[in-house]
């Protein structure tokens, strides 16, 4: 089953088993309408208790964890929900995990490699293309140099600018 990343705990809150966590999700009340999610690394269901907001944070507590000590833990793990738990996405964006993995070409047909990471950058996401041992390449996600992605076809085409790719 595949499983999808929808936060990163970052710290610890308070005494009392609160989760400080930095959504992944562009929907911040995301959380809310989850009933449980899997902290990467362990196999049980951590049921949501409570989602409060702190900033650009989330703040979540697991029922049956009411200690600081009983969740110190999860410090850095990502939170993971399964595919049966997404949610429609408005047209033209994609799941993290729907991207990473595709093959991609420029507009002339050139295969460039594999998406291998994305990274968070600012207002908008950088793809990390990487071919074999090849320097990555790294391509922001705008429709300007992204016009075409197709989940189904398992591809993405490019329109780099000149320098983009060495």
Do not use: C
Request: no cysteine; aromatic share 10%.
């Amino acid at each position: 089953m595949k499983m999808l990343r929808v936060g990163k705990i970052i710290n610890t809150h308070g005494l009392k088993g609160e989760l400080k966590v930095l959504s992944l999700s562009d929907y911040a009340e995301r959380f809310e309408e989850l009933e449980w999610v899997l902290i990467e690394g362990y196999k049980e269901k951590f049921y949501i208790e409570s989602v409060k907001y702190q900033k650009s944070n989330v703040l979540i507590t697991f029922k049956g964890y009411k200690d600081i000590n009983q969740v110190e833990k999860f410090k850095n793990k990502y939170l993971l929900i399964d595919e049966t738990q997404r949610r429609e996405l408005p047209e033209g964006t994609y799941y993290i995990a729907d991207i990473i993995g595709l093959d991609v070409y420029t507009m002339n047909n050139e295969y460039l490699g594999k998406v291998v990471d994305i990274l968070q950058a600012g207002s908008n996401e950088v793809y990390v293309i990487q071919y074999g041992k090849s320097t990555p390449i790294m391509i922001p996600a705008v429709d300007e140099f992204i016009p075409h992605i197709s989940i189904e076809e398992g591809k993405i085409i490019v329109n780099p600018i000149e320098g983009m790719i060495e």
